[in-house]
């Protein structure tokens, strides 16, 4: 994590890293997709009124508009890099899978980006480590700001942020491809289960969303 105080050097060498991973992405997909945000949005604290009946599996194509509990989500690319830091150091024997990503919260309250992280289906193929890197059980993946190399906790409403969703994977790894998804998720106003928290978004344990994405190498 990135600490008050890290160096110039430091921070000069992730905006190197980040801008090789965003080399290709187009100026608009940079800017965010904050114009997404009018779509879907109905209940007055960032929840939706009714939720979407998935029946099949929609097709997850890069550049695409998708909505995602809270957020709307468009996944660019996947990259596999050696190294992130000052944000991610792998291990010995390690490489971090990069999923980029523009993140919007069109709702009028902020939105916690654990939500997105935990509704990620694991790329299993990539052969991700049993523990992500921020040490979160389950593989789920390590949220970080593009621009700045921050860990984001959430995320305001009206805003939207370049979010790479990564993962440590065996560096012997060199995959073309892998699948992106994610599961569909429903706003629960009142939780009538035990010990369970009102107003909030739940999995559904679905795959609502999936596609298969090239993987670049970067270096």
Known sequence: MRRVGDTTSRARAFAGRATTIAKGTSATQRLGIVAAGALA???????????????????????????????????????????????????????????????????????????????????????????????????????????????????????????LMTWMVPAAWDGTTVKVGFEELTWVEEDTTVHLSDRRWRDLDELAWSGDFPVEVRS
């Open 41 to 163: 949005v109905t209940a007055p604290l960032g929840g939706f009124e009714k939720v979407v009946d998935v029946t099949t599996v929609r097709p997850l194509e890069p550049g695409h508009h998708i909505t995602v509990g809270p957020f709307e989500v468009v996944v660019h690319k996947v990259v596999r890099i050696p190294s992130l830091e000052p944000a991610i150091r792998p291990v010995d024997g390690m490489q971090v899978l990069v999923v980029s990503t523009t993140v919007s919260n069109p709702g009028d309250s902020p939105a916690e980006l654990t939500v997105l992280s935990n509704a990620m289906r694991v790329p299993e193929a990539a052969g991700v480590a049993p523990e992500s890197p921020s040490g979160a059980s389950g593989g789920r993946p390590k949220v970080i700001d593009l621009d700045d190399s921050t860990l984001p906790s959430e995320l305001n409403p009206g805003l939207a942020e370049n979010v």
